[in-house]
């Protein structure tokens, strides 16, 4: 597989997977919460901000998604927008990374959260540099 066709297909997976955070937007709050406890993070806290927070940060990773999975389909046209993206990613990647080690969470929250999306961003930088 040349570098154009992997860097189509990693940005349509990550963005694919991205636009399925739609589904929190929209979910009961009540399995939410029911998500949370059985995830091992306990109780889940009530409250507008909570709630806010939670709906807001899915809808968001959607549209995110989405957004990518539209540049995929013009990858050269966009190069420099997908490298800003990748570039954030690295930075986000470590950013969240850090937060999830000083809040406390779960060892497999956060090799599950950071490091990926650190690592999509250096592949698709990398892939970037070879098309």
């Keep these: 597989m040349n570098a154009d066709r992997?860097?189509?297909?990693?940005?349509?997976?990550?963005g694919g997977a991205m636009v399925l955070a739609i589904?929190?937007?929209f979910m009961p709050f009540s399995w939410m919460a029911s998500c949370h406890e059985?995830?091992?993070?306990?109780?889940?806290?009530?409250?507008?901000?909570?709630?806010?927070?939670?709906?807001?940060?899915?809808?968001?990773?959607?549209i995110m998604g989405g957004l990518i999975w539209l540049l995929a389909g013009r990858a050269r046209r966009y190069a420099d927008v997908i490298s800003y993206l990748a570039f954030i990613f690295v930075v986000f990647g470590v950013v969240i990374l850090v937060i999830d080690i000083r809040l406390g969470?779960?060892?497999?929250?956060?090799?599950?959260?950071?490091?990926?999306?650190?690592?999509?961003?250096?592949?698709v930088l990398t892939l970037q540099a070879r098309v």
Excluded: Q
């Excluded at 060892?107 to 599950?112: E, N, R, T, Y």
């Design 38 to 62: 059985k995830l091992g993070l306990g109780p889940m806290p009530t409250g507008a901000i909570v709630e806010y927070l939670a709906r807001s940060v899915s809808a968001f990773y959607a």
């Design 105 to 123: 969470l779960p060892l497999w929250w956060i090799l599950l959260e950071g490091p990926p999306i650190l690592v999509i961003g250096l592949v």
């Design 6 to 14: 992997a860097l189509v297909l990693v940005l349509r997976v990550t």
């Design 23 to 25: 589904v929190a937007v």
